[in-house]
């Protein structure tokens, strides 16, 4: 079911459902509810996922979005490709928590796929678990630390069948 711009779909397996929403009609092409629910089923098998059941929000936009975004909460001029937004809820046993919630902006990542002559969705599905593991606090600050997100990404990944994003790069 692809959502309309006033509208959450369900994505994801019971244990790290995430709530869809897809306010630039571009992004429809690539399936972002399939797209979601693929990432979130993936991440929860591979044991990445929290121990405790985890939700979060997912939100497929423009980039004229993502520069409001990255102005507002990050201080910089201009769209990106994703945004990470962290909750800060400490889990609590048994009870549902908020991780967050991620922004992609469809332009940024059109253009980039374009730029490394891949598919979009392939792109996208990068992108959304790049600004998942983020949530469930991975970082890139520092070198062991890009290492091991990278890993953990390519990992992921390739059980999907998208090649490794960080080749060549």
Known sequence: MTPTQDEDVMAGPASLPASVRVEDPRWEASDPVALADVVLTALSASGS????????????????????????????NGPTNVLAFPSGEAP???????LGGIALGFETA?????????????????L??????????YD???EVDREEMERVEVNI?????????????
Request: charged content about 20%; hydrophobic content about 35%.
């Open 49 to 76: 996922s929290p121990n405790h059941p985890a939700m979060a929000d997912i939100l497929f936009t423009s980039d004229a979005v993502m520069a409001d975004l990255n102005s507002r909460y990050r201080g910089k």
């Open 92 to 98: 609590q046993p048994g009870i549902p928590y908020s």
């Open 110 to 126: 059109e253009k980039e796929a374009r730029e490394r002559a891949i598919p979009l969705a392939h792109h996208a599905t990068h």
């Open 128 to 137: 959304t678990l790049h600004g998942m593991l983020h949530l469930l606090g």
């Open 140 to 142: 890139h600050e520092n």
């Open 157 to 169: 990944l390739g059980g999907l069948g998208i090649p490794n994003p960080y080749e060549g790069s």
